[in-house]
């Protein structure tokens, strides 16, 4: 048998983040403030709720043991999406328990990652509506990807006769942590197609080449990205920087393409260009 555990509150303002936050915190928001450049509303709310998340003066629920009348006092938490490692860490073990008991199917799964130009990770960054039409689009050109490549090798008479799916997770900073709106996304590495009873049957798919994998720019350079996205920027380098290239011709009407327009981002067209060719 497991030995006994006695439960032990944390104790979050001991750690070396909680000091340091509580430390500068303040002189950082006020620096803001009187350099005429306050701090979003989203952002104070997510500091200031860490400071306070575990201490038993911002209220806790008490917990009554009917066996040996045992009290114990157990703080709140912020329930903070940020950098809190208590919440952040229970939130992972939640979400990766329920993905992979609930969700995801025992199958082959492949990972796609989509990083948009700086032009447009500021605008998804405070626009939901348009981070979720961006990655509604991003999904939307994978999964015809692999329903065509499923209708080439499978001999299959329609695309519709091919079914797939995918989880996709916006992460909003990189490395350093700087604001970096990105998409990672975990689609299953293949098809399910239906029998003659309607039984599904998962069908592995090929691998992306590198030829599906890469697009060129109209001035010359290559970018690796995972599929053909309905999203391309050309270089710092290019005389053009800024302009947003979309793949489908369907897209040009859509809503995501009336959003840029609306903040003046110049859109064009791509079209894959044959290897050793370039423009001037």
Known sequence: MYPARTYASRRADQTILHRCLSRFWPRVRDGCEA?????????RREFEAYLRCGDLKEGFARIHCFGCGLDRLVPFSCKGRGFCPSCGGRRMHEGATWLCERV????????????LPKVLRYLLAYDGKLCRAVAKTVMQEIFRFQ??????????????????????????????????????ALVLDGVYVLDAFGHPSFEQLKPPSRPANQLRSHSGSTRPVLVPSPFRACRKTCPCSGQVLLAPATFLGSPIVKRFKAFDIPIRRWSPMPPGRTTT
């Open 35 to 43: 350099q005429g450049r306050p701090l979003p509303s989203f952002v």
């Open 104 to 115: 995801l199917p025992p199958v082959p799964l492949r990972q796609f990652v989509l990083s």
């Open 147 to 184: 329903r065509l490549q499923a209708r080439k090798t499978l001999g299959l008479s329609s695309t519709r006769q091919a079914f797939t799916g995918a989880m996709v997770a916006v992460q909003r900073f990189g490395s350093a942590l700087n604001l970096n709106i990105h998409f990672h």
